[in-house]
T-cell receptor, first 109, second 114 residues
Framework: EDQVTQSPEALRLQEGESSSLNCSYTVSGLRGLFWYRQDPGKGPEFLFTLYSAGEEKEKERLKATLTKKESFLHITAPKPEDSATYLCAVANAGNMLTFGGGTRLMVKP | ETGVTQTPRHLVMGMTNKKSLKCEQHLGHNAMYWYKQSAKKPLELMFVYSLEERVENNSVPSRFSPECPNSSHLFLHLHTLQPEDSALYLC?????????????FGPGTRLTVL
């Protein structure tokens, strides 16, 4: 059974304080890893897809990286508007998508 | 309207009521999904439809009944629910039904069962 573990569960940062969120996974044949952002009371918003180890993608202050066992979402100089829950999901060779529990990020001004 | 829309946004129902959740996608996608999101738990896939055919039913109790009349609309019919069914119900769509196809989510329906 595929497993996705995100850490930490919650992270408090000061504005401008860079950090990383972790997504560790065990999966039967990784086909892709997805990052989503979810604001309170809203649906998840797609951020990135990574397909193979060594791949990196960037969008504004966010950079996602992938290894064979984990993915990191690096947040550079975060702003209060980056506060949200960040979700990671892995797609396996059996056409299943498994989500992690998320990391709740709070950025204080 | 653009993207994926869901109605109603909030719903309160008693255990003996019957209600329906509606989802509509304006992205030209062929696959649609229902997810349940409870506090402190990961998203749980409930149902997958591809080209209006159900391709996945993740051991969901029969008190939840999906309907997909066409590739743009998806319903979730609810009857005799339990308080533990209170959650955020999310609809998503993707171009195809492969797990690597990016899913785009609606805003969700917050359901409270009394």
């Amino acid at each position: 059974e595929d497993q996705v573990t995100q850490s930490p569960e919650a992270l408090r940062l000061q504005e401008g304080e860079s950090s990383s969120l972790n997504c560790s996974y065990t999966v039967s044949g990784l086909r892709g890893l997805f990052w989503y952002r979810q604001d309170p009371g809203k649906g998840p918003e797609f951020l990135f897809t990574l397909y193979s180890a060594g791949e990196e993608k960037e969008k504004e202050r966010l950079k996602a990286t992938l290894t064979k066992k984990e993915s990191f979402l690096h947040i550079t100089a975060p702003k209060p508007e980056d506060s949200a829950t960040y979700l990671c999901a892995v797609a396996n060779a059996g056409n299943m998508l498994t989500f992690g529990g998320g990391t709740r990020l709070m950025v204080k001004p | 309207e653009t993207g994926v829309t869901q109605t109603p946004r909030h719903l309160v129902m008693g255990m003996t009521n019957k209600k329906s959740l509606k989802c509509e996608q304006h992205l030209g996608h062929n696959a649609m999904y229902w997810y349940k999101q409870s506090a402190k738990k990961p998203l749980e896939l409930m149902f997958v439809y591809s080209l209006e055919e159900r391709v996945e039913n993740n051991s969901v109790p029969s008190r939840f009944s999906p309907e997909c009349p066409n590739s743009s609309h998806l319903f979730l019919h609810l009857h005799t629910l339990q308080p533990e069914d209170s959650a955020l119900y999310l609809c998503a769509s993707s171009l195809g039904s492969a797990s690597t196809d990016t899913q785009y989510f609606g805003p969700g329906t917050r359901l409270t069962v009394l």
